[in-house]
């Protein structure tokens, strides 16, 4: 069992960080996760001053799963429909590397260092991902009194929510493929709004790029962690061969291998670091981003419905008038239909405003970090590697 | 035998007398060919380590002369020290003599034999070291000197003393301990077990010095023969068994090595080679056992003097078109040594060329024990592609590597003092056409020859099994063998960096491209100027990959694919000498044969065919002391070669990683550069 304690390393941990937790009187952070076998145990910490909660303080145990649920609940609570409800935190993605977790789980002797320190990271991440979740739902002044979201924090034993079975999971399957049906025949809906009109347009385009531009990150960084291992690889041969040659050079060699040792660190883990901070910064912001604008676009696509609704209520009540039939239920459906229209179009025209607001600004939070960190570590490098020369050029 | 006779005189102690004398009939029988049985008995009296190394009848002929030099000092330092040194000197000089009559045993030659050295070995030595107190080192010493020209067995047990040396046999130890007194004019302070070796060079030195301009001829030679066996000396004394004097020894022996030094012209080497042999010999036994450290003192010395000679390969241009097409390059030199017409100039070559100066060089040096630098590789696939495709980026990238890589090899090829020397490297710099080489291609007749050269040579290789007696070559062939290992992972390694380097260089435009996107779609004036920006920086850090995986190719993996070629080389040199080493030992086994034939022949009395029978042996103890002195020959030159070569390594790779470093110190100041463009970009967002 591996506990990771979130304080080692704030600066890293806050990649998408959103500056969600100003309120002071709900704070939520996850201090530790535990990994248990394939299953990843967060402790979820919460410091209140809100009468509706009972204590001030709480320290729970949720699983991945419990997030789901959470988020789920608030997805299907009609209320929330005319808001960006915050992404779910992505499932932790330790299938691969599941032999690894294992590892993990046994102790770190059975591992090598720099696996300890890739899966410590990968940890790292999904903690994160997991608490900004919460700190999104806990600075929100509707989420933050979802009656789901105060048990999810309060509850102190097990949630053991039910995982979803089968038939659900194809039902969820089965409910995305209509909504993309809706979404291609609401699209045809004529806008009423010149501001909602816009946002789908941007949204769509923006989405569709952001989720390019995160693939290619990723590959990029990939790519960047494959060339820090190779030199990781190589400064240890370089350092083998230096070890086990016994020719007459041996001195000179023995100098060569403190050297590689430097050329190590400065080179193999300079790179490593470089790799990981673009992809904590970058890529990370780019995935929340990908799925926030899904979350945004849900949106859109619940007053779009809402909209269909309240046009096809007029043509009921229409109908209804022509017929002489049933005019005040249909009348009251329309008035029904405009409202919710209304009031999705109200929150919605705020939610969106507030989400590029808050697009801008974790751009800019995390492009300066990230900015700043390969300036750190590339001049890190260049002192490493002025040593080295130095020293090779010496002997 | 020589060992018993030295042993003879009267002041040696009693106790040794018994063995000396047993040895002595032996030895007589040995000669008389009655009992070929009764040869092999002496080895148990020899204890010393090297013994084994000798396992051919010849050994108990060298173990007498070793246990006779290990006892001489205990003896002389004993026993000697308050007896008249001069009389002492007589009496080893004169005895010797006999002995090696004896040896040779051709009575005719034993009268003259006696006189001759006995004379000129006598003074000079008492005339150089004319005071009593040295005068029983100068003794020993002359024993040294005196032990190889006593014929072909003496000089091998000469061998075995020095070996046992090098194995730090106590006596041994002693004997040269002593010696360092007589030395202290001596210009090399190094190890006592070695003092001798230096000193009899150095005294070798004094003498010629007359002659030609012999001292860094001398340093030349001492490196080339760094095999710690004295070489067989042995028929120095008879080839030029007519030496009057010492003197004229060694003066011919200076005369020889300066043909024998790499700064001379090494045709002429050649062509006198045969009769050479002989003379170089001595030297080589008296520097051969130059302590390595002298060796490396003066290797410093050698590689302090570097050549003014730049050669660069360029311009590497297409001719012809289709399948007949060839790449022909630039060959550019810049010089001002005196050997070449004048200081700069320029030749078309084509890869063929290389590989044909290649040929020609191996032919001549490889058996020599020379490293000679490997071209690179034929690669018909690289090549079709250059006569097929017009603009391809891969072909480019091939003619460049190849470009480079023909660069290194000729710069590898001068740098070797003695293939600089050589007649067909001046050709190929200075000589305007070169006839077609056409022995390189892969599929011609030659081509096909080569490859069953090296079929055969791989067979022999596996079935000689060379008993290994130098430490240095032991240790020296298993790190060549592991050094390689370690390259080839190595090469793996850096070849899988320069591969994915060069797909991050790839997806970093991808994303590149796929930022500049995002930042377009933007509606944030100011975050998409900053997106925009990022893909800028992004693109610029995608060259700097891309450039940096040129660097890693060029500086890193191709020097290490070089040296992995140049092991090889390494290797075939001492498959070169190993065999040598079966040569002399097929000799070995084939005078044995004849003097079994020869003894059996005594045996039977049957005189008519005892002169043939002589006659032969005769021959084949010439051929085994010719081959077992081009054995040493080898083993001095590669020993040579391989230290020349570890050096040439650690320069090179000290200053490739240098450079790479350099290269990657760079491309981190210029991301600093980029990054910190971008900041203020990042910090304008609002």
Redesign the interface.
């Known amino acids: 069992m591996t506990s990771i304690s979130e304080d080692s390393d704030k600066e890293k941990v806050h990649s998408v960080s959103v500056d969600l937790n100003n309120d002071a009187s709900l704070v939520i952070d996850i201090p530790d996760a535990l990994c248990e076998r394939d299953k990843v145990k967060f402790t979820v910490h919460t410091k209140t001053t809100l009468s509706s909660f009972q204590k001030p303080e709480y320290s729970v145990q949720r699983q991945h799963e419990d997030f789901i649920w959470l988020h789920d609940t608030i997805v299907e609570t009609e209320e929330y429909a005319g808001l960006i409800i915050p992404p779910a935190p992505p499932k932790p993605d330790f299938e691969g590397p599941r032999e690894k977790m294992h590892k993990l789980g046994e102790g770190e002797s059975s591992m090598t260092k720099e696996e300890y320190a890739k899966m410590k990271q990968e940890l790292e991440k999904t903690v994160q991902v997991h608490e900004v979740f919460l700190q999104r739902l806990s600075s929100h002044p509707m989420f933050r009194k979802d009656r789901n979201f105060q048990i999810f924090l309060e509850y102190d034993q097990d949630l053991t929510v039910r995982r979803k079975n089968a038939k659900e999971m194809f039902g969820g399957f089965f409910k995305n493929m209509v909504k993309s049906a809706d979404e291609v025949l609401i699209s045809g809906v004529k806008e009423v709004d010149e501001f909602f009109e816009q946002e789908k347009n941007f949204l769509l385009d923006y989405s569709s790029k952001i989720k390019d531009a995160t693939a290619k990150a990723e590959k990029m960084t990939r790519s960047h962690k494959n060339v820090a291992d190779d030199y990781n690889h190589i400064s240890g041969a370089l350092n083998n061969t230096a070890a086990d040659n016994n020719t007459a050079f041996k001195k000179h060699l023995e100098k060569c291998a403190e050297v590689f040792e430097k050329l190590r660190v400065s080179i193999s883990k300079v790179e490593d670091r470089m790799a990981s901070d673009q992809e904590l910064k970058l890529t990370e912001l780019l995935r929340y981003y990908t799925r926030d604008i899904q979350a945004a676009k849900d949106l859109l696509y619940r007053r779009a419905r809402a909209l269909a609704d309240y046009e096809n209520s007029n043509k009921a009540l229409d109908k209804a008038r022509l017929k002489g039939k049933d005019v005040a239920q249909a009348e009251e459906n329309q008035k029904q239909c405009l409202q919710k229209f209304d009031k999705l179009s109200e929150s919605g025209k705020k939610e969106l405003t507030s989400f590029k607001a808050r697009r801008v600004v974790a751009f800019r939070k995390n492009l300066i970090e990230m900015t700043e960190l390969e300036i750190k570590h590339a001049k890190n490098s260049v002192s490493l590697l002025q040593g080295s020369i130095e020293i090779l050029k010496s002997n | 035998m020589a060992a018993s006779s030295e042993r003879s005189p009267p002041p040696f102690p009693d106790s040794e007398e018994p063995e000396l004398l047993e040895d002595s009939d032996e030895g007589a029988d040995a000669f008389t060919g009655t009992s070929i049985s009764e040869m092999d008995s002496p080895s148990p009296d020899s204890t010393k380590p090297p013994k084994d190394i000798f396992n051919e009848p010849l050994e108990d002929i060298f173990s007498d002369p070793l246990s006779n030099i290990n006892s001489e000092p205990q003896k002389k330092v004993d026993t000697k020290i308050p007896s008249p040194s001069s009389d002492e000197a007589v009496d080893l000089f004169s005895d010797p003599l006999d002995d090696d009559s004896e040896v040779v045993s051709s009575p005719e030659v034993q009268n003259p034999m006696p006189d001759l050295l006995n004379e000129p070995v006598q003074a000079p030595k008492s005339d150089v070291l004319g005071e009593p107190p040295v005068h029983k080192n100068a003794a020993r010493q002359q024993d040294i000197f005196e032990d190889p020209p006593k014929g072909s067995s003496k000089s091998s047990s000469v061998k075995k003393a020095a070996s046992a040396e090098l194995f730090s046999d106590e006596d041994e130890e002693d004997l040269f301990k002593e010696l360092p007194k007589v030395v202290t004019k001596k210009p090399q302070p190094s190890g006592p077990p070695v003092d001798v070796f230096t000193e009899v060079k150095s005294d070798v030195k004094v003498k010629p010095q007359v002659k030609d301009d012999p001292t860094d001829l001398f340093a030349e030679e001492a490196l080339t023969a760094p095999a710690p066996k004295p070489s067989a000396s042995s028929s120095s004394s008879r080839t030029n068994g007519v030496h009057s004097e010492e003197h004229d020894l060694f003066s011919e022996a200076t005369v020889e090595l300066s043909l024998d030094s790499p700064r001379n012209d090494r045709k002429k080497k050649d062509a006198v080679k045969p009769s050479v042999s002989a003379p170089v010999a001595p030297v080589a036994s008296s520097s051969s056992k130059a302590p390595s450290k002298t060796l ?1 003192e003066l290797e410093e010395e050698e590689s302090e003097d570097t050549f003014d000679l730049n050669i660069s390969v360029t311009n590497p241009e297409k001719v012809g078109d289709g399948m007949n097409a060839y790449m022909a390059y630039k060959v550019s030199t810049q010089t001002s040594l005196t050997m070449f017409r004048s200081k700069t100039f320029t030749v078309r070559r084509r890869f063929s060329d290389f590989l044909g100066l290649y040929e020609k060089l191996s032919e001549k040096h490889l058996q020599n024990g020379y490293i000679v630098p490997p071209p690179p590789e034929k690669s018909i696939l690289g090549m079709t592609k250059v006569k097929v495709g017009k603009e391809d980026p891969s072909s480019a990238e091939f003619v460049e590597r190849r470009r480079a890589a023909l660069e290194r090899y000729l710069q590898r090829v001068v740098s070797h003092p003695s293939l600089l020397q050589d007649p067909d490297v001046r050709e190929f710099l200075e000589k305007e056409e070169l006839p077609r080489a056409v022995s390189t291609q892969a599929l011609s007749g030659a081509g096909f020859l080569k490859m069953l050269n090296k079929a055969t040579d791989a067979v022999s290789k596996m079935t000689i099994k060379m008993n290994e007696q130098d430490v240095w070559f032991d ?1 020296k062939i298993q ?1 060549v063998e ?2 390689e290992q ?2 080839r ?2 090469h793996v ?2 070849e ?2 320069v591969n ?2 060069k ?2 260089s790839g ?2 435009a ?2 590149a ?3 500049a ?2 930042g377009s ?4 004036t ?2 998409s100027r ?2 925009s920006q ?1 893909a800028e920086v992004e693109d610029r850090i995608e060259q700097l990959h891309q450039e940096q995986a040129a660097n890693d190719f060029f500086t890193f993996s191709e020097l290490l694919a070089d040296y992995i070629r140049l092991l090889g080389a390494v290797k075939g040199c001492f498959d070169q000498r190993m065999k040598a080493w079966q040569r002399w030992q097929d000799a070995e086994n084939m005078l044995q044969k004849k003097r079994e034939v020869e003894a059996k022949l005594l045996w039977a009395n049957k005189p008519d065919k005892l002169q043939q029978a002589k006659d032969e042996i005769a021959e084949w103890e010439a051929k085994v002391t010719q081959y077992e002195r081009e054995f040493e020959r080898i083993s001095a030159t590669v020993r040579k070669e391989v ?1 020349r070569f ?2 040439e390594k ?1 320069r090179d790779f ?1 200053r490739q ?2 450079k790479y ?2 290269s ?2 760079n491309s ?2 210029q ?2 550069k980029y ?2 463009a ?2 203020p970009e ?2 304008a ?2």
Do not use: G
């Open positions: 490396e240790e790190d592991n050094e370690h390259m992972k190595l390694m850096v899988s960096l994915h380097r797909e991050l997806n970093t991808v994303f491209k796929s930022v996107m995002l779609s933007e509606d944030n100011a975050l900053a997106l990022l230290i570890d050096k650690a000290k990683i240098i470093l350099e990657l110190l981190q100041q991301l600093i990054w910190e971008f900041l990042a910090k967002i609002a």
